[in-house]
Nanobody
Framework: QVQLVESGGGSVQAGGSLRLSCETP????????MAWFRQAPGKEREGVAT???????TYTDSVKGRFTISRDNTKNILYLQMSSLKPEDTAMYYC????????????????????WGQGTQVTVSS
């Protein structure tokens, strides 16, 4: 059974940093496209960043230069390093997995991802 477990969320002031983690107990994700999504209240879930099996990354425009997605394939952990946080980054953040090596297939379309974590809340105050 595929499980994704996020952690690392919290409350920070604008300009601060957080690092989110997504662990995959019992699941070797090396052949999967991994992604981070977020959903703010009243808004649709949006893709934030993706990373291929070979570590090619993509980012949504609003986080480019501030967020970094990475993966440690030896520990089966996905990360999202978030810096220069803004109040508009406030959302529930989810990690997701798609059984494809390359994220060009799934992209930032939430319905293309089969596996999801339960989410971790990030709140940025001004």
């Amino acid at each position: 059974q595929v499980q994704l477990v996020e952690s690392g969320g919290g409350s920070v002031q604008a300009g601060g940093s957080l690092r989110l983690s997504c662990e995959t107990p019992g699941f070797t994700y090396t052949d999967y496209c991994m992604a981070w999504f977020r959903q703010a209240p009243g808004k649709e879930r949006e893709g934030v960043a993706t990373i291929d099996e070979d570590r090619k990354t993509t980012y949504t425009d609003s986080v480019k230069g501030r967020f970094t997605i990475s993966r440690d394939n030896t520990k089966n952990i996905l990360y999202l390093q978030m810096s220069s946080l803004k109040p508009e980054d406030t959302a529930m953040y989810y990690c997701a997995a798609d059984a494809q090596w390359y994220c060009v297939v799934a992209g930032f379309v939430a319905s293309n991802y089969k596996y999801w974590g339960q989410g971790t809340q990030v709140t940025v105050s001004s």
